[in-house]
């Protein structure tokens, strides 16, 4: 078992964050303030559902975040540096969150005959 170290879960936990600023990562997590997030790009270990969550956004597993080791299917998120790569957006929504609309699906015998 890799060991845990604090510092370098905040390294990459900064990794992961990128360019945004740490009060517009918070609100993306759903934190209410900016310095927990200092908080934790200083060594402090955020929360079990919290590192899923930074995890998730940052596509990494939570290993990886903890202790920097590699493997799975999360590798093919990582450059070859350990920075999370470019995010894409889940399939089936928009740029904004949203969920997209379905295509309209071909109309059922009775509805075309109650037209």
């Known amino acids: 078992m890799e060991k845990v170290s604090p510092e370098k879960v905040g390294e990459r936990i900064r990794a992961i964050r990128g360019k945004q600023t740490q009060t517009e990562f918070a ?5 209410k303030k900016q310095n927990y997030i200092s908080r934790y790009e200083r060594g402090r270990i955020p929360s079990p559902d919290l590192l899923v969550r930074i995890a998730e956004i940052g596509q990494v597993t939570t290993d990886w975040l903890l202790t920097g080791k590699r493997g799975g299917a999360r590798g093919a998120a990582l450059s070859k540096q350990g920075k999370p790569l470019k995010k894409t957006r889940p399939a089936g929504r928009t740029p904004a969150g ?9 109309r059922s015998q009775k509805q075309k005959k109650a037209k």
């Open 98 to 106: 949203k969920k997209m609309a379905r295509p309209k699906q071909a």
């Open 27 to 31: 609100a993306v997590l759903g934190v």
